[in-house]
């Protein structure tokens, strides 16, 4: 089983920037495709970016793309979401997820929660106007 921890949260202004890690321990992370996701309040929880196992393949939501960037580097536990030009609009808490495969999967598939059998436990960005 592998366990995440998300961090770099916080606040910030319309038009900053943040970048997001999520850790990973367990098993063999640097082998899994991941994903990031957002809930807002009131909401339900949304695809954000997803990166296979090497980082070679991304995908991203249309409401960031060109604005995040998710990254890995090949054998280390650590992803990271590098979000700039951030929108009152992206305020949500963030979490990662895992999926015990390298690939990522095909959409729909890949926008499901369900699709994931390992969360963080989320970490706040709130951006202010």
């Known amino acids: 089983q592998v366990q995440l921890v998300e961090s770099g949260g916080g606040l910030v202004q319309a038009g900053d920037s943040l970048r997001l890690s999520c850790a990973a321990s367990?098993?063999?992370?640097?082998?899994?495709?991941m994903a990031w996701f957002r809930q807002a309040p009131g909401k339900e929880r949304e695809f954000v970016a997803g990166?296979?196992?090497?980082?070679?393949?991304?995908d991203y939501a249309d409401s960031v793309k060109d604005r995040f960037t998710v990254s890995r580097e090949s054998g280390w536990n650590t992803v990271y979401l590098q979000m700039n030009s951030l929108k009152p609009e992206d305020t949500a808490v963030y979490f990662c997820?895992?999926?015990?495969?390298?690939?990522?999967?095909?959409?729909?598939?890949?926008?499901?929660?369900?699709?994931?059998?390992?969360w963080g436990q989320g970490t706040q960005v709130t951006v202010s106007s």
């Open positions: 997820a895992v999926r015990y495969s390298p690939l990522l999967l095909p959409r729909p598939q890949l926008l499901l929660p369900s699709s994931y059998p390992a």
């Open positions: 990166a296979s196992w090497s980082g070679a393949h991304t």
């Open positions: 367990g098993r063999a992370f640097s082998s899994y495709a």
